[in-house]
């Protein structure tokens, strides 16, 4: 029973993957091609893109406690002399932001969220048609190798695809993580400018990534496609054989 529904899956599997070479893979790469021809990804002003931060820039806090040099010396000197107590100095407080949530950039969330699907798309089909390609790899034997040569060859090529595509999933997240930790600067430090700039130069960039993650994907598409094509029959039929010949 077993024997059967590992005989079933491997007929299904290579149904599935066969078709995902010769007609789901063109057809994607298609539409990603299409997708690069987006006015959404093909902003030439990247200001266009910039999220405003609503964190203004309070008052400039007064300490009259604090003295630099010999002053501070003889401040320290009248303390021991008076008495006084323990140094009351006011530190940067953490206020509940005024607008509520601080939100991300809008437009690049948007674009994310349609980029990311298909980078689950490329790891779900590569990793289908890679199993399919090592179920078709025989018994180890001496000579004729170069069609299992071939084969090993599609399937290091499939996991590195799936592996860099996956790679683009962490890249997002570390786009979050990286935002999230300057505008949490920008709230502890509203004075210091640089640490707005930054937040815009961390938008622009994950813009132009998206533009190429997507540019990329159709590019594995495309390489997969032809590469699995040209070789299909050697993929199919590593070992070739002289005895239909014989009848």
């Not at 299409?34 to 902003?43: A, E, G, R, S, Y």
Request: hydrophobic share 35%; with cysteine.
């Amino acid at each position: 029973m077993s024997s059967l529904l590992k005989v079933d899956n491997e007929i299904k599997t290579k149904v599935n993957a066969e078709d995902l070479v010769a007609n789901f893979f063109p057809k994607k790469l298609l539409e990603l091609d299409q997708f690069l021809k987006d006015p959404t990804i093909n902003i030439r002003e990247l200001k266009e893109i910039h999220s405003e931060i609503n964190l203004t820039v309070p008052d400039p806090i007064l300490l009259s406690d604090i003295h630099d040099g010999l002053e501070g010396q003889n401040a320290k000197k009248r303390k021991l002399e008076d008495g006084a107590g323990d140094d009351k100095v006011g530190g940067t407080k953490v206020f509940v932001m005024p607008g509520g949530m601080m939100k991300s950039n809008g437009k690049l969330v948007e674009l994310i969220e349609k980029v990311k699907p298909e980078i689950r798309t490329l790891i779900e089909k590569c990793n289908t048609v890679k199993m399919w390609v090592q179920l078709l790899i025989p018994r180890i034997e001496d000579g004729n190798n170069f069609g299992v040569s071939i084969q090993e060859e599609t399937v290091a090529e499939l996991r590195t695809v799936e592996g860099e595509a996956a790679s683009y999933l962490d890249q997002i997240s570390r786009y979050y993580i990286t935002r999230a930790k300057l505008v949490s600067k920008i709230a502890k430090y509203p004075h210091v400018e640089d640490y707005r700039r930054t937040v815009t130069e961390i938008d622009e960039k994950e813009y132009i990534s998206l533009k190429i993650i997507v540019s990329e994907l159709r590019n594995q598409y495309v390489t997969l496609h032809d590469m699995i094509l040209k070789n299909i029959e050697k993929i199919k039929r590593p070992r070739s054989s002289n005895t239909d010949a014989l009848y």
